[in-house]
């Protein structure tokens, strides 16, 4: 019995590690599609266990296959792990024996209880402790073999049974979950990492790294937008740097909240920053590039008075402007050379006295209403 049992063990956990390699991106996959894969995944590993089973007497078998249902019910609920279990119920029918309404009972009553668990647990794989992986596998896994006192000697097959057959589920339960519990912090790891190496900390938008690999990925007809806060060296050497830093931070709130869904924002270098808009319509860049420049204008900023001295106020208002300069990428043009049009027009809007925008290839000037 236990020589079976030990096989089933390690099916397990093999199968988990693969079914692991399969969770790749952070956040973990939440569509329909995934979660059909995985009760789809969660099923076979329990009729696989099914094919090594432990047979303590003519008919009545034991193995770990309940585990991965109770997977399913703690992650989707009990709907999704009924569903589960239909294949793993259907074989077992199949091999028929006495141990059929036990095995159909046992698997009722886990499902049961983990369902009563989940809504009173709300467990978390990516927060389970060897503890709590101990608590939830014995109290979900604790009715699989009682229902064996059904048959003509079930108390004497419990007594036999129950013992190594609870500890093998929770200890196959707990490695699962600590299996994957390590794999999701490791692709959480590996997502703030990829973030990092790409978004700026101070402005929370792309970082100039990432814009010149989205830079060579510009499409005909996509608008590049180089927005410059204006006076910032001023700001600086006024108010010091940790409001310099405060502006940067609400400027880069500001653009995000101006762009869609597709289009991006990015922190080019100091108080520069640039945006990417995907082919907006004709005549929608000078819409752009003047609801920016007014959104910054009519935005004051508040932020707190660093002086210190007593009766200074707690906050000041800063009265924010930029200028900006654009260019619509054309067919067959280097992303650089377009990137150099929008230079040259912020240039452009910054000389002729800020507080402005500029667009090429045809200059076109947005003065302050």
Do not use: C
């Amino acid at each position: 019995m236990l020589r079976a049992l030990f096989i089933n063990f390690a099916l397990l956990i093999a199968m988990t590690y693969l079914f692991s390699l399969t969770l790749r991106s952070w956040p973990l996959r939440r569509d329909r599609t995934f979660q059909v894969q995985t009760i789809t995944a969660a099923s076979l590993v329990s009729v696989i266990l099914l094919l090594q089973p432990a047979a303590i007497a003519p008919g009545v078998l034991i193995d770990l296959r309940p585990v991965p249902l109770v997977y399913l019910a703690l992650v989707y609920g009990a709907p999704a792990a009924l569903v589960g279990s239909i294949p793993v119920l259907t074989y077992r029918y199949f091999l028929g024996g006495p141990g059929i309404t036990p095995a159909f009972t046992s698997i009722a009553l886990i499902l049961l209880v983990t369902a009563i668990l989940r809504r009173l647990v709300q467990p978390r794989l990516d927060h389970i402790s060897w503890s709590r992986g101990i608590f939830l596998g014995l109290v979900s896994l604790a009715p699989n073999g009682l229902p064996l006192v059904m048959l003509p000697n079930g108390m004497q097959l419990l007594q036999q049974v129950y013992p190594p057959l609870l500890i093998l589920n929770v200890a196959a339960f707990l490695i699962v979950a600590l299996v994957l519990r390590d794999r999701i912090k490791l692709i959480k790891l590996n997502a703030m990492f990829q973030r990092q190496a790409r978004q700026d900390a101070l402005s929370g938008l792309f970082n100039r790294r990432q814009f010149d690999l989205d830079l060579l990925a510009l499409r005909t007809g996509d608008l590049l937008l180089m927005v410059d806060i204006d006076h910032f060296k001023r700001i600086n050497d006024t108010y010091g740097h940790a409001v310099g830093d405060q502006v940067i931070t609400a400027v880069g709130e500001l653009l995000r909240s101006n762009l869609r869904a597709s289009d991006s924002a990015y922190r080019y270098g100091g108080e520069e920053f640039v945006l990417l808009v995907h082919q907006p319509q004709i005549g929608t860049p000078e819409l752009i590039a003047e609801r920016i420049r007014d959104h910054i204008e009519q935005t004051p900023l508040s932020v707190p008075s660093l002086n210190g001295l007593q009766g200074d106020p707690a906050t000041f208002t800063l009265h924010l402007t930029a200028s900006l300069g654009g260019a619509r990428h054309m067919a067959g043009t280097d992303p650089q050379h377009t990137l150099a049009l929008a230079d040259q027009a912020l240039y452009q809007a910054k000389q002729g006295g800020r507080n402005r925008w500029v667009l090429h290839p045809e200059p076109q000037l947005g003065l302050p209403g």
